[in-house]
């Protein structure tokens, strides 16, 4: 079955670069959940997207941003990246707004020198 | 304090015992509760999920519910090495925003 898609895997970015991070849902999913995962950290959720609007959001900084496009692709656009920022960046996706159900994706891993 | 408290381990067991999983919660909100899997540098997986308060089976995996503890527990029956990964629970009150415990590391020795 088709799985979440995520690219790239890995990305080394210098401080003050911007990154971007894309998750590919499931076929038919609508709904893409952005989380960051620490080293030995619990994700933590940062934004939603549901039929390409925002639907929740989380911890997410200001320097941060993303979009849901018409293909329900998502985007995670990071800019003025800091040390800090380095960590395991999870895409999921469900079927509708408000199931528990979400299916992640395999991470992109972000280091920032 | 934290949404969701979940024990860090290690956790080791031997082949075939039973694993008992805990986490608590301080959000009377919440009431999707979610258990996760998750393998070293992979995302993590759902083994399953409850609403409100209850028990729910799977195979060896057993999930309960007692929303006026503010508790949620896993059980593995017959545990494998394979079952060797950190364990997740997550919560949320819409179904949408998650609150993750911090994972428990379960060793399964053959």
């Given at each position: 079955a088709a799985g979440v898609i995520q690219s790239p895997r890995h990305l080394i970015k210098e401080k003050r670069e911007t990154a971007t991070l894309k998750c590919y849902?499931?076929?038919?999913?609508?709904?893409?959940?952005?989380?960051?995962?620490g080293?030995?950290?619990?994700?933590?959720?940062?934004?939603?997207?549901?039929?390409?609007m925002q639907s929740d959001k989380g911890s997410i900084p200001d320097r941060f941003?993303?979009?849901q496009f018409s293909d329900y692709h998502s985007e995670l656009n990071m800019s003025s990246l800091e040390l800090g920022?380095?960590?395991?960046?999870?895409?999921?996706?469900?079927?509708?707004?408000?199931?528990?159900?979400?299916?992640?994706?395999?991470?992109?891993?972000?280091?920032?020198? | 304090q934290k949404e969701v408290e979940q024990d860090p381990g290690?956790?080791?067991?031997?082949?075939?015992?039973?694993?008992?999983?805990?986490?608590?919660?301080?959000?009377?909100?919440?009431q999707y509760f979610m258990w996760y899997?998750?393998?070293?540098?992979?995302?993590?997986?759902?083994l399953m999920y409850t609403y409100s308060s209850g028990n729910k089976e799977d195979g060896r995996f057993t999930a309960q519910v007692d929303k006026s503890s503010k508790y949620i527990s896993l059980f593995?029956?017959?545990?494998?090495p394979s079952d060797s990964a950190t364990y997740l629970c997550a919560m949320s009150a819409s179904g949408n925003q998650f609150y993750f415990g911090t994972g428990t590391s379960l060793t399964v020795i053959p």
């Open positions: 849902p499931i076929p038919r999913h609508d709904t893409v959940y952005w989380y960051q995962q080293p030995g950290q619990d994700p933590q959720f940062l934004i939603s997207f549901y039929e390409k941003s993303a979009q920022d380095s960590a395991l960046y999870f895409c999921a996706s469900s079927l509708g707004a408000r199931p528990p159900e979400q299916y992640f994706g395999p991470g992109t891993r972000l280091t920032v020198t | 290690p956790l080791s067991v031997p082949e075939g015992a039973i694993v008992s999983l805990n986490c608590t919660y301080s959000n009377s909100a919440f899997r998750q393998y070293s540098r992979k995302g993590p997986e759902l593995i029956r017959d545990s494998q």
